[in-house]
T-cell receptor, first 113, second 114 residues
Framework: DQQVKQNSPSLSVQEGRISILNCDYT??????FLWYKKYPAEGPTFLIS?????DKNEDGRFTVFLNKSAKHLSLHIVPSQPGDSAVYFC????????????FGTGTRLQVTL | DTEVTQTPKHLVMGMTNKKSLKCEQH?????MYWYKQKAKKPPELMFV???????INESVPSRFSPECPNSSLLNLHLHALQPEDSALYLC?????????????FGPGTRLTVL
């Protein structure tokens, strides 16, 4: 039962353009969402988070949007840079989940020159 | 110090060996976690320690034995592992358990069981 889904396993974007990574969830108890970035042979690095009382959170080039009614969130990276090439995981937690993070399956982003 | 460190980086062990993975953080975090990650899969939670007490065990086989000697250290003792236990083992920490749970991960230990 995959409660957090990232339906695009990979995405290729040109340098300077916008990257949009999507994530869907099914558990209505989730009310806090996070994005992590992972390079090969390294642990995930926390990028940005959003609580369910907001619909947008911005940090530099990264913006996360949350649509609670659709149970959907997205990560926008503008402008995309080659160093952004990595696997991106969305994760969710919430009341009733014992504060566990549930991760999506990841999207591999490739930013090309 | 804003990082989580893990040793060793790589470990190869036989099915009869006993080994330990070590994790350390000096951020004053009171919650620490062990995850297992297989190739092309998301991290899967194994254990959660909160204030040095085990609070979550995700039905992990007893051949994995966690230990939290103090608030900065987390160990994972391994014994009689199977080849399917080969994976990247990640440690993470967060200020405390709770819904607003930004976990900070170490680089992982790549474990191979022969």
């Amino acid at each position: 039962d995959q409660q957090v889904k990232q339906n695009s396993p990979s995405l290729s974007v040109q340098e300077g353009r916008i990257s949009i990574l999507n994530c869907d969830y099914t558990n209505s108890m989730f009310d806090y969402f996070l994005w992590y970035k992972k390079y090969p042979a390294e642990g995930p690095t926390f990028l940005i988070s959003i609580s369910s009382i907001k619909d947008k959170n911005e940090d530099g080039r990264f913006t996360v949007f949350l649509n609670k009614s659709a149970k959907h969130l997205s990560l926008h990276i503008v402008p995309s840079q080659p160093g952004d090439s990595a696997v991106y995981f969305c994760a969710a937690s919430g009341t009733g989940t014992a504060s566990k993070l549930t991760f999506g399956t990841g999207t591999r982003l490739q930013v090309t020159l | 110090d804003t990082e989580v460190t893990q040793t060793p980086k790589h470990l190869v062990m036989g099915m009869t060996n006993k080994k330990s993975l070590k994790c350390e953080q000096h951020m004053g975090h009171r919650a620490m976690y062990w995850y297992k990650q297989k190739a092309k899969k998301p991290p899967e939670l194994m254990f959660v320690y909160s204030y040095e007490k085990l609070s979550i065990n995700e039905s992990v086989p007893s051949r994995f034995s966690p230990e939290c000697p103090n608030s900065s250290l987390l160990n994972l003792h391994l014994h009689a592992l199977q080849p399917e236990d080969s994976a990247l083992y990640l440690c993470a920490s967060s200020p405390q358990r709770g819904v607003y749970n930004e976990q900070f991960f170490g680089p992982g230990t790549r474990l191979t069981v022969l």
